[in-house]
């Protein structure tokens, strides 16, 4: 499938025949999605720059702390990943072999314990049209999988319920039909959204996350904590040959959904972006999309740590919340004229963090909240939002091209991933790490372990 047609722009899929070969026409040099001059010229500056060099070596990111697993994602060496950089290839990435059973983390009812247990293995007679088994190595964890399943959002997820949403792995079995997308031995991501119909008003937009029979790993569709798990082979995210599965997977859901929320702040190169939570799993990611579309980021977060992680990726200044007796003022103050940032990207979960934004986003700005504290509202003052033509516009997460983007950025050399590797049979703990609020960073599971 073809970027165009991934973006919901099926009209510009045009194929003519010159001299009796298939040749592409239409403005091909140009993405359909929404997105500025300056951030093309950029963004295809730099893939016309990797076709001849390595990628520079990003900055190195001196260690926080003493956890030896918060790190940058590298190539074997310790070199950063780029474009044309040689990884070191997990054998398990070539094993298509399909148990009668697999191990999986369960939870059997709302609010229920995860359980670790064998599970039967759809066989490749058992898929149905269009699908594909998938042999996941690496699940990222996502915050989303805690609330799914705790069930404390305002919508249910299913139970029993295998959660995760940012599976990386290969195509093992396929459907009738499913060879039209993939093919056995692909590598591939499981993310958030499993099936969308393409069919709809906003499938075809682009919009394949609001169509009205959009099915969602790890909610309504059991998800990536498991060995072998099933999806639709039309919304399986193609994983770039240079980007290592276990970097691959946090990107899934976090990667995709900063990058997608930064294109609709629909900012020019040059402007400034606030990055709320900009030292945690999706902020530090939201920087690095950041700078890669050539924005100044201001960082907001509080601790030594994060400011240190915040400034390295990328960050021109930082704002300590903790610290700050007036945060709105010190977010103006951070910008060059102090009439506050272009936009305000919230990567946080307090709802107090999008009343702030709004106060401190310049006239015409735009607050995009991303984060999604349970029984949180934005409250405006309608005057002053429409004398100062304030904008909020929610950005929930990217469609197919958005994953194909943020991927690639990243093995572009863009974009590095902070993360620590651990079992799936450790994800009771980790669970309940997260619900204290005593986890840093993303976590990646190893589905085998």
């Keep these: 499938m073809c970027k165009f047609c991934a973006a919901g722009s099926v009209a510009r899929h045009s194929i003519a025949t010159v001299s009796g070969s298939a040749a592409p026409t239409g403005s091909l040099a140009r993405s359909l999605v929404p997105r500025s001059r300056a951030l093309q010229t ?6 016309q720059t990797a076709r001849t060099f390595d990628p520079p070596k990003p900055a190195a990111v001196k260690p926080l702390t003493s956890d030896a ?13 780029g474009r044309f950089s040689t990884i070191a290839r997990d054998p398990r990435e070539t094993q298509f072999d399909i148990p009668k059973t697999h191990r999986a983390a369960v939870v059997d009812e709302p609010g229920g314990k995860v359980h670790i247990r064998d599970v039967p293995t759809p066989q490749p007679k058992d898929l149905k049209r269009g699908e594909v088994l998938v042999k996941v190595i690496y699940s990222g964890i996502c915050h989303t999988d805690l609330h799914a399943a705790i069930n404390d959002w305002p919508i249910g997820a299913k139970f029993p319920l295998i959660g995760g949403h940012e599976g990386a792995g290969v195509v093992v079995a396929l459907g009738e039909g499913a060879d039209e997308h993939v093919k056995i031995g692909d590598r591939v991501g499981i993310k958030w959204l499993a099936d969308s119909c393409l069919s709809c008003s906003f499938c075809r937009a682009g919009n394949e996350p609001n169509c009205q029979h959009a099915q969602n790993h790890g909610f309504t569709w059991d998800g990536s904590f498991q060995e072998y798990a099933v999806s639709a082979a039309r919304h399986v995210t193609p994983i770039p040959d240079d980007l290592p599965l276990d970097a691959a997977a946090p990107l899934l859901c976090a990667g995709v959904t900063v990058w997608k929320a930064i294109k609709v702040a629909n900012l020019t190169a040059g402007q400034t972006v606030a990055i709320v939570g900009s030292g945690g799993g999706l902020g530090h990611l939201a920087v690095q999309y950041a700078k890669a579309a050539g924005l100044r980021v201001i960082g907001i977060d509080t601790g030594a740590e994060k400011e240190q992680l915040s400034r390295s990726l990328g960050a021109a200044a930082f ?10 003022a010190a977010v103006k103050a951070a910008t060059h004229d102090g009439l506050g940032p272009d936009a305000a990207i919230v990567a946080a979960s307090g709802a107090k963090s999008y009343e702030q934004a709004i106060s401190y986003i310049r006239p015409a700005g735009v607050l995009v909240p991303v984060g999604l504290p349970p029984d949180a509202s934005i409250s405006l003052d309608v005057f002053w939002s429409v004398f100062e033509t304030k904008r909020v516009v929610p950005s929930y997460v990217g469609n197919r091209q958005d994953a194909i983007e943020s991927l690639q950025l990243a093995a572009d050399g863009l974009v590095r991933v902070m993360y620590q590797t651990q079992k799936l049979s450790d994800l009771p703990s980790i669970y309940d790490k997260m619900h204290k609020g005593q986890v840093a960073g993303r976590i990646v599971v190893d589905c085998s372990l």
């Design 69 to 81: 697993w918060l790190r940058p994602a590298t190539a074997a060496g310790g070199r950063a990943l």
């Design 319 to 328: 704002v300590d919340f903790m610290k700050e007796k007036d945060l709105v």
């Design 42 to 47: 950029k963004l295809g500056a730099s893939r």
